[in-house]
């Protein structure tokens, strides 16, 4: 009697265990993948982690050689006129290198702290009714030195006559300089650099800048507005938030802006950024 009870005991049990293991894998498998799901968690998120260290690196030194270019040439100039060396005509176009780079670092620090607003979102538009046409000649007009220098051509069209309309004209100069920088910085001596603006039948300013640089891979350019995007191409360094923070600034207007590469007739590639504002 005693063995048959064990025996059914010992069968209930084995039962119970059948019936119990079918839950005790789903359990065991369900603990694996969470811990594989974990771990694919942790490894994602370390190397977003590892990335964003490395965009922060790279900022910093790229913000560095940005300040050390003008200050360079502010340094030479000081000394120049500190040894007194030249006649007057020379003077002053070593005053005139000082006040361009001078003019050159003030924009690069207000830039920098409208991105601190802009990632906080407190970059507002201070719109009021101005003339567009003198706005976009003005801002051009910190670039023809340079361009001479270089001896690129850079022309300006579509601004001979007045264009009225309410805008920010603090933000426009800061989209037109950092698109004719972007160009100038990319396009080789004897090319050229070309900003056209016109208003449509349907009151919308268009503004493009095509310049004939070395253009930029079809699969990157959807990228290129991107924050602290450092394509293949920016071998001369760059803070990797000039075209994103256009872009913004475009997007505060409510407009839009593009970039394509453009070729002529002699298979020439053109970058060709432009964008639109109601």
Avoid at 102 to 107: E, I
């Amino acid at each position: 009697l005693l063995m048959k009870v064990r025996i059914k005991w010992n069968m209930h049990v084995f039962f119970m265990f059948l019936t119990l293991l079918p839950n005790l894998l789903i359990v065991m498998a369900y603990q694996f993948k969470k811990k594989k799901v974990e771990t694919e968690h942790e490894r994602r998120e370390k190397e977003i982690q590892e990335q964003t260290n490395i965009n922060i690196i790279d900022f910093f030194s790229n913000i560095s050689h940005e300040f050390r270019a003008p200050l360079t040439l502010i340094n030479a100039a000081v000394t120049s006129l500190y040894d007194n060396e030249g006649h007057e005509k020379e003077k002053e176009h070593t005053v005139n290198v000082i006040k361009r780079n001078v003019d050159r670092l003030l924009k690069l620090v207000a830039q920098l702290l409208d991105f601190n607003k802009l990632e906080h979102d407190m970059l507002k538009l201070e719109v009021r009714l101005d003339n567009i046409s003198s706005i976009i000649r003005r801002s051009c007009d910190f670039f023809e030195i340079g361009a001479r220098t270089k001896s690129i051509d850079f022309s300006v069209r579509g601004c001979d006559q007045d264009i009225l309309g309410y805008i920010d004209s603090d933000k426009l100069e800061k989209i037109i300089y950092n698109l004719c920088s972007n160009a100038l910085k990319f396009t080789p001596p004897g090319g050229s650099v070309c900003v056209n603006c016109f208003v449509g039948s349907d009151n919308i300013l268009s503004v493009s800048v095509e310049d004939t640089g070395i253009g930029i891979q079809e699969d990157k350019i959807s990228h290129l507005f991107d924050r602290f995007s450092q394509l293949a191409i920016n071998k001369s360094g760059g803070t990797g938030i000039g075209l994103y923070y256009t872009k913004s600034l475009v997007n505060l207007h409510h407009g839009s802006i593009t970039a394509s590469n453009r070729y002529d007739e002699k298979d020439s590639e053109h970058l060709l950024n432009s964008y639109h504002v109601p």
